[in-house]
C-alpha cells in the first residue's frame, strides 16, 4: 500500500486524520475486537496494533501495565499475527505493527516482513530501532510494500532530522515532547517551532502522538500535522467507562477532525 497516498486521498474529506492505538491481547483478544469495530464505525483512519514487549521503553505506565498483563495472559506472536489478519479482511483501516525491535530480531528481518505482509499489515513502528541500524529492513520493507515509519523528536539536532527526512516512507511519527506515552502534551509555541523544523526536512505527511487526549486537541492540531495520534487516553477510557465510554470519547475525538 501506498500509505502517503491513502493520507493524502482521506485529507480530501477532512481537515486531519487519526491514528488510534491497540494493544494486542489487552485486556483481552475478544475486547480488542470490539474496540477495532468501534473505532471502524467512528472512521479512524490508520490503527497501530501493538505486540507487546517486557521492556517497552518508549510506553507510559498505562501501556507498561498492559504489555506485561497481555503477556502474562499468554499472548504469543501467532496470536497477534491472527488478529492483524482477521482485522485486516473485516475492516477497512490500514494497520501497522507496532513494537520493538526484539520481535524483528527473533523472527529475522525477511520473516518478520513476510508475516507482516502475509497478515495484512502496511507498516511498522520500531521505536527501539535507529534508522542506521535497519540495514536490510529497507529492502526488505520495500520488497513486502511495506513503510517503515520513522520518528522524529525533539531532542534531534536539524542534522539530525534531515538525515531522518531522507529515509521517510508512508509518513512521519512526530513525538510531541521528551518522555513516555501517556502524560498531556501542552500545544504551544515550542511545539509548533518544532513542527517548523520537521517540514523543512520532509514533504511526507506528519503525524503526532504522545499525549493528545480531546477532541479538542486535535481540533488544535488542524493546519499543522495530517494527522492526530491517540493512545493512552483511549486504553485509559476503555478501562474507566468500557465499551460505551470508548465508543463516546472516539466519536469525540472524531469530531475534532472535522
Given amino acids: 500500500m501506498d500509505l502517503t497516498a491513502y493520507i493524502r486521498k482521506r485529507l480530501e474529506s477532512r481537515r486531519i486524520l487519526m491514528m488510534t492505538h491497540v494493544i494486542a491481547g489487552y485486556p483481552s483478544l475478544q475486547s480488542n475486537w470490539e474496540m477495532l469495530a468501534i473505532m471502524e464505525s467512528v472512521g479512524v483512519d490508520v490503527v497501530e496494533l501493538q505486540m507487546p514487549f517486557s521492556e517497552p521503553i518508549a510506553d507510559g505506565p498505562t501501556f507498561v501495565s498492559a504489555n506485561q498483563m ?77 513503510s517503515p515509519i520513522l520518528l ?11 538525515a531522518i527526512g531522507e529515509r521517510v516512507k508512508g509518513f512521519v511519527y512526530v513525538v510531541a515532547r521528551k518522555g513516555v506515552t501517556g502524560r498531556k502534551t501542552e500545544l504551544g509555541d515550542q511545539l509548533d517551532n518544532f513542527l517548523k523544523n520537521c517540514r523543512r526536512v520532509t514533504k511526507s505527511p506528519l503525524a503526532l502522538g504522545f499525549g493528545l487526549q480531546t477532541g479538542d486537541d486535535i481540533r488544535e492540531l488542524q493546519g499543522k500535522v495530517e494527522m492526530a495520534v491517540v493512545g493512552s487516553a483511549l486504553l485509559e477510557t476503555w478501562e474507566a467507562e468500557g465499551a460505551d465510554g470508548f465508543r463516546a470519547f472516539l466519536q469525540d475525538l472524531s469530531a475534532g477532525c472535522r
Avoid at 535497519?134 to 520495500?142: F, P, V
Avoid at 522524529?152 to 534531515?162: F, G, S
Fill in 70 to 146: 497481555a503477556l502474562e495472559k499468554g499472548l504469543v506472536l501467532d496470536d497477534y499475527f491472527d488478529l492483524m489478519q482477521r482485522a485486516s479482511k473485516a475492516f477497512s483501516f490500514p494497520q501497522l505493527m507496532m513494537g520493538y525491535y526484539n520481535t524483528a530480531y527473533q523472527l529475522g528481518h525477511r520473516e518478520f516482513c513476510n508475516r507482516l505482509r502475509a497478515a495484512g499489515g502496511v507498516g511498522y513502528i520500531l521505536p527501539d530501532l535507529p534508522y542506521e541500524e535497519y540495514d536490510d529492513l529497507w529492502e526488505l520493507s520495500e520488497a513486502n510494500e511495506l
Fill in 152 to 162: 522524529m523528536t525533539p531532542t534531534n539536532t536539524l542534522e539530525r532530522l534531515a
